[in-house]
C-alpha cells in the first residue's frame, strides 16, 4: 500500500501553504463584539477571493470541490500556518451550510449559500433552549401560523455569535399541543427582525459571543422554513450529523501543532526538579508522547470518518466517536500544558493560542458541552453504533 502524497497532492500543499503564508490575516483577531465580525468576514472574503473558500463544499454549490486527500491538505496546512479558526463563519460553512445543500428548496440555496461562501453573512444555531440542551426534542420555543407567516414566542440559550448574526438555523414548535420529535419546524430567521432580543453571556475565558435570544411575536415568512412545516425534527438531525460528523475537522488537524507546540514548550520551561527542562521528566515526557499517540489516532479516525461520509453522501452516528475523542482529549492537552508550565501557564493573554495557554485551558471545558455533551454522544455510540440494548 502506498501511504504517501503524490506528486500533484505535493505540489497542492506547496500552493496552499505559500497562499497562506502570503495571505494571511495581518492583525490577530479581536476577542469579542462586532469586531470579531469584521474580522471573520474579511478573512472568509480573502479565502473566497482567492477560490479557496468551501474547500469541502461541493462545486455546484459554489465550493471548492476539493478531493478528500486534498481537503486534508488544506487542513493540515491551516493548523500549521496557525491560522484563526473559521470561527463566526464555523455554523454558516459548517453545518447551516452543508444542510441547505441537503435539505433546502433551490431558492433557499440560491439565496444563502453564495452569500455563506463569500463572507457576506454570518449565522447562528437556534437550537438549545433552557429546558431543552441534550434532550433538543423538549424544545417549546412556539411558531404560531399566521397566514404566510410564522409568528415565534419563546427563549433560546447558549447561541454562539447570535450578537454578531445575520440569519439564524432555528428550531420552533409550529404544531400546536405536540410533543417530542413531532410538529417542530426548522426555520431560517432573519436576525434583525423586529421582536428579537439578545444578551450576550460574559464566558470565563473573556468570550461574550454566547448569547440568549428572545423572541417576542417575531414574524418569520413560511417561504424560511426549510423541508415540511412540522417536519423539521429529520432536518435537525441533518444538521447534527454535520455538526458532529464533520464540523470539528479543521480543529481535530489543528490538535497535532498545538500537541508539537506544547512539545516545545516542554523543551524550554524548567520542570518538577526546578532544574532540568521539563521535557527531561519521566512522567511529563510519558504524558506527552501518549497525547502525540493519541492524537495520530484521532487523525486516523477522522479520515475514516471523512472516508465514510464521501461513500454514503453524509456523516452518520460514527461522528460521534471523533467528536467524543477530540474534545476529551483537547482538555486532556489541556491539562497538562498546564501542569508543564506551573504558573507560567495561568498569564492570560488573550482565549488564543498561540498567545494564551491559560485561554485553551479555560476554553477546552466548553468542548465536551458543545455540539452534545460527551454523555450523549456516549449515548450514541452505544445506541447507534454499537446497537446496545437501551
Ligand atoms: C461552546 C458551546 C457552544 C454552543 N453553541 C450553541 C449554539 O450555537 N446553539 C445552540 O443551540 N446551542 C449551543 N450550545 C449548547 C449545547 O448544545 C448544550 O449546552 C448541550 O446540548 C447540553 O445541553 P444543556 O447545557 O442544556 O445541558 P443538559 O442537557 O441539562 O445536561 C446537563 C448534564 O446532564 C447530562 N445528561 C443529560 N441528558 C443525559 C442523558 N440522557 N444521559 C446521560 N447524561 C445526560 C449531560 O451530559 C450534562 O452533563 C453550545 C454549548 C457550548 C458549550
Redesign the pocket.
Known amino acids: 500500500m502506498d501511504v504517501g502524497f503524490t506528486a500533484e497532492q505535493r505540489e497542492f500543499r506547496e500552493e496552499v501553504r505559500t497562499w497562506l503564508a502570503e495571505n494571511r490575516p495581518k492583525q490577530t483577531r479581536p476577542m469579542e463584539g462586532l469586531e470579531t465580525r469584521d474580522y471573520d468576514l474579511a478573512w472568509q472574503r480573502t479565502q473566497f477571493e482567492a477560490g479557496w473558500a468551501g474547500v469541502s463544499w461541493p462545486k455546484e454549490f459554489g465550493g471548492r470541490g476539493a478531493t478528500l486527500i486534498e481537503q486534508l491538505i488544506w487542513y493540515e496546512e491551516y493548523g500549521r500556518a496557525d491560522l484563526p479558526s473559521v470561527d463566526s463563519c464555523f455554523?454558516g460553512l459548517n453545518h447551516a451550510g452543508p444542510t441547505l445543500m441537503a435539505r433546502a428548496s433551490e431558492e433557499q440555496k440560491a439565496f444563502h449559500l453564495p452569500k455563506i461562501l463569500a463572507g457576506d453573512v454570518i449565522w447562528?444555531?437556534?437550537?438549545?433552549e433552557?429546558g431543552?440542551?441534550?434532550?433538543?426534542a423538549a424544545l417549546s420555543a412556539r411558531g404560531e401560523i399566521d397566514g404566510d407567516e410564522i409568528v415565534v414566542t419563546g427563549q433560546?440559550?447558549?447561541?454562539?455569535?447570535?450578537n454578531t448574526a445575520d440569519w439564524q438555523e432555528l428550531l420552533v414548535r409550529t404544531a400546536p399541543g405536540s410533543s417530542r420529535h413531532q410538529g417542530i419546524s426548522w426555520v431560517i430567521c432573519d436576525m434583525k427582525s423586529p421582536g428579537i432580543e439578545i444578551r450576550p453571556i460574559k464566558t470565563m475565558d473573556g468570550g461574550a459571543e454566547?448569547c440568549e435570544v428572545f423572541y417576542d411575536e417575531v414574524r418569520i415568512p413560511l417561504a424560511n422554513v426549510v423541508g415540511e412545516v412540522d417536519k423539521g425534527w429529520d432536518v435537525a438531525m441533518s444538521t447534527l450529523s454535520f455538526e458532529r460528523g464533520t464540523a470539528f475537522t479543521a480543529g481535530q488537524v489543528r490538535l497535532a501543532h498545538v500537541v508539537e507546540r506544547l512539545v516545545d514548550a516542554a523543551r524550554t520551561v524548567v520542570g518538577p526538579d526546578g532544574k532540568r527542562p521539563a521535557i527531561k521528566d519521566d512522567e511529563i515526557s510519558r504524558r506527552l508522547a501518549l497525547a502525540r499517540a493519541e492524537v495520530a489516532s484521532m487523525r486516523a479516525m477522522t479520515y475514516a470518518n471523512i472516508c465514510r461520509t464521501l461513500r454514503t453522501g453524509s456523516p452518520g452516528p460514527e461522528g460521534s466517536i471523533v467528536k467524543l475523542y477530540y474534545s476529551e482529549l483537547q482538555q486532556e492537552v489541556a491539562r497538562l500544558a498546564m501542569d508543564i508550565l506551573g504558573l507560567d501557564g495561568l498569564k492570560f493573554v488573550s482565549r488564543w493560542l498561540p498567545n494564551s495557554w491559560s485561554g485553551y485551558f479555560l476554553f477546552a471545558f466548553?468542548?465536551s458541552?458543545?455540539?452534545?455533551?460527551?454523555?450523549?454522544q456516549?449515548?450514541i455510540i452505544g445506541d447507534r453504533v454499537l446497537g446496545l440494548p437501551r
Not at 124 to 128: D, E, I, N, R, V
Not at 156 to 162: P, R
Open positions: 455554523v447562528c444555531q437556534g437550537f438549545s433552557p431543552a440542551g441534550s434532550d433538543l433560546k440559550i447558549w447561541t454562539s455569535f447570535a454566547f466548553s468542548q458541552i458543545g455540539g452534545g455533551t460527551s454523555e450523549i456516549r449515548n
